[in-house]
């Protein structure tokens, strides 16, 4: 029996999705796999949607120990955590790299300098994330980055950023991919080291988030 290519990526990602259904709190890069993390892709402008052309606010330094994710503290998020700081819970950012800016910039967490980079203010704040980064907007993998960089920024100082899963985030795991951006698949693309040349391919693209996902 001949699958189509939903059904052939949803039969791909089903270990992943029992992998989820395991957890107490769902990671959502656990399933991203080691050949996606592609060292040339590190960079912060590189994930934000090809047609962008303003300069937008990019974190003081991407470094690539950030996306290592068999750090210990990573291994299994805890399901209650205590805090003597702030928590600050955004949800639905969906794809809207800005908006989450303005929202972190809102709630005193980042600054952003005049050469345009962003820096964790927040000290000892927890920030949680309530899931459904993906789906609408064009900047999905740009966010995520953006806050596995800022988890790390405010651990250093006892806070910490915590990313929930939404429904939109299991629908890409079940390979539903309806509410996805075509600038986000492309931004998925090139994440999973899609030459630019195949970008315009919609084959190509409907293939990649599953590649991450």
């Not at 962008?52 to 291994?75: C, F, G, N």
Request: hydrophobic share 35%; with cysteine.
């Amino acid at each position: 029996m001949l699958l189509t290519r939903q059904e052939s990526a949803r039969a791909k990602l089903l270990p992943s999705v029992r992998l989820y259904s395991r957890r107490k709190t769902p990671c959502l890069f656990k399933s991203v796999q080691p050949h996606a993390l592609n060292p040339k892709h590190l960079r912060f402008k590189c994930f934000a949607n090809v047609n962008a052309t303003v300069e937008r606010p990019v974190p003081q330094s991407v470094d690539e120990s950030l996306l290592s994710y068999d750090k210990e503290e990573y291994a299994d998020p805890p399901t209650f955590i205590t805090t003597d700081g702030r928590v600050v819970a955004v949800g639905d950012l969906h794809g809207d790299y800005q908006k989450t800016i303005e929202c972190l910039t809102a709630s005193k967490v980042i600054s952003i300098n005049s050469d345009n980079t962003i820096h964790w203010i927040g000290k000892n704040t927890v920030v949680v994330q309530l899931g459904d980064v993906l789906g609408r907007g064009p900047d999905e993998i740009c966010i995520l980055q953006l806050l596995r960089y800022l988890d790390a920024c405010a651990r250093r100082e006892g806070g910490a950023v915590y990313m929930l899963n939404g429904n939109h985030e299991f629908m890409n795991v079940c390979g539903s991919f309806k509410y996805v951006h075509n600038l986000a698949l492309q931004e998925s693309g090139r994440f999973a080291g899609v030459p630019d040349e195949d970008l315009h391919r919609s084959s190509v693209l409907v293939e990649a988030p599953a590649r991450l996902f």
